[in-house]
């Protein structure tokens, strides 16, 4: 009920700040474990994502978003929980896999980062990881636009990738980060797409 009631005032703020596009919302699978993997320019990331997707959205957000209490409280009703970058951070992990076990929608950036440029930089391992382990599709997602007030911001939604083939094979953390790359090629593709 706070997530929906959250979702909906937060919603309504950004709708009115941008005039935001949603595509490809049917390639959200309706239920089961998956990763939602957007690409990330700005902090407004999280909640605009969460804001207009079909499904409830739990993100691992870094441990410093979570430092402004207004915004941590925003965050927390949103789904997110505190991720420390920088180091294994096995809290968040078990978090991640308990939440696909149970068949919910992860958010995860695959950078592990906000980008400073706004171009995609190189991937973390993590994403992959998870979607191999928990063996759940990552749906690539790309956020369009320059964030300007009352600018259009397009949330463009890629088809599940899926890596079937992966399972059951001992994966280096090397292994691990070219796979996320590839995630990052997807959205890429995504936002070069006319």
């Known amino acids: ?8 005032f937060v919603g309504t703020i950004l709708r009115i700040l941008y ?5 490809g919302l049917e390639n959200i699978p309706k239920e089961g474990g998956c990763i939602i993997s957007p690409n990330h320019k700005s902090n407004i990331d999280p909640p605009l994502v969460a804001c207009f997707l079909n499904r409830t959205v739990y993100y691992m957000a870094k441990q410093e978003l979570f430092d402004n209490k207004l915004f941590a409280i925003i965050l927390k009703a949103l789904g997110a929980f505190p991720v420390k970058r920088g180091t294994s951070d ?6 991640s896999m308990r939440l696909l076990k149970e068949g919910k929608a992860l958010g995860i950036f695959p ?76 959205i890429q593709a995504l936002m070069e797409e006319r």
């Open 19 to 23: 005039r935001i596009e949603i595509i």
């Open 90 to 95: 096995i809290s968040s992990i078990k978090t």
């Open 1 to 8: 009920m706070f997530y929906a009631l959250s979702k909906f």
């Open 111 to 186: 950078e592990g980062t906000r980008s400073k440029n706004g171009k995609l930089g190189e991937a973390e391992p993590g994403v992959a990881m998870l979607a191999i382990k928990m063996n759940v599709p990552v749906i690539p997602v790309a956020i369009i636009g320059n964030y300007k007030l009352f600018s259009k911001i397009t949330i463009k939604i890629g088809k599940p990738c899926y890596f079937d083939e992966y399972i059951n094979f001992k994966l280096s953390t090397e292994d691990y980060k070219s796979i996320s790359q590839k995630i990052l090629y997807n």
